[in-house]
């Protein structure tokens, strides 16, 4: 059986006239964290949007694989189809509704699953006991570390196999950041695979099981993220400047 949760191969897409991303490959095996790495504008954002059908690809082949072995190509699809086929993504920014209520934004995060509603709900709670006590809360009145797991949350309602994350840690303190990996971590063991952009390259890598380096939109290195983490090219070229980056930077890819 397929053990793979999602393929990308030989993707290229971008924006107006102009190419971001250049014949990428990756490879999402189930169960696993998978992190992308790289430069500002290495084209790190773009992959995840048209992985979720928010940028158009124009070559290439993106394909969902299901426990059962069936595989459905994303090209095409809207993200709203792609969610109930059981991925769903989490944006850098704008990802939850800030004057609705925790419990709102929840029950918004749950469309696609309304028949399995309570069942869902009472298994985000457990995975996310933290925001039982936030539910009645106006999101805009939530700090960002509290936001940034409402985020997640609200994905998780859909009952995802594979959950995308866009710099889940950026604009928040070095505490909060360790909170956010650690999160990420428990909501794997629950069997949900995850793929996960970050620019703090170094705490991304600690927590995954394999890794893909960026660069000008290209695949330039890739292994466990283990060895990543001591190549001697990846620590000169990323990690070093990856500690350096300040904790409000966005990426500009």
């Not at 971001?20 to 949007?49: E, M, Y």
């Not at 990996?181 to 620019?199: C, D, R």
């Not at 090219?233 to 990690?239: C, N, P």
């Amino acid at each position: 059986m397929n053990r793979r949760a999602l393929t990308v191969s030989g993707l290229s897409s971008g924006y107006g006239g102009e190419d971001i991303l250049h014949n990428v490959t990756i490879i999402v095996p189930r169960g696993a964290i998978v992190a992308i790495i790289g430069p500002n504008g290495s084209g790190k954002s773009t992959l995840l949007k048209t992985i979720y059908g928010l940028v158009r690809a124009r070559t290439g082949a993106i394909t969902l694989h299901a426990q059962d072995g069936a595989e459905r190509s994303l090209a095409g699809i809207r993200p709203s189809a792609i969610t109930a086929l059981g991925l769903n993504m989490v944006p850098q920014i704008a990802n939850v509704f800030p004057e609705l209520s925790v419990r709102e934004n929840l029950e918004i995060g749950a469309m696609p699953i309304l028949n399995r509603f309570d069942a869902q709900f009472e298994k985000v709670m457990t995975t996310l006991p933290l925001l039982k006590g936030l539910l009645g809360r106006r999101t805009a009145t939530l700090s960002g570390g509290q936001r940034q797991m409402l985020a997640v949350g609200r994905a998780l309602m859909s009952d995802p196999r594979l959950l995308i994350l866009d710099e889940p840690s950026v604009g928040l303190a070095p505490k909060v950041q360790a909170e956010v990996f650690a999160m990420v971590k428990h909501v794997n063991t629950l069997g949900v695979s995850i793929l996960i952009v970050e620019q703090r390259a170094r705490q991304c890598l600690a927590v995954a099981d394999y890794g893909y380096v960026l660069e000008q939109g290209r695949n330039r290195l890739e292994g466990p993220a283990r060895e990543l983490l001591h190549d001697p090219e990846v620590i000169r070229l990323y990690l070093g400047a990856s500690s350096r980056t300040t904790a409000g930077e966005r990426s500009s890819d």
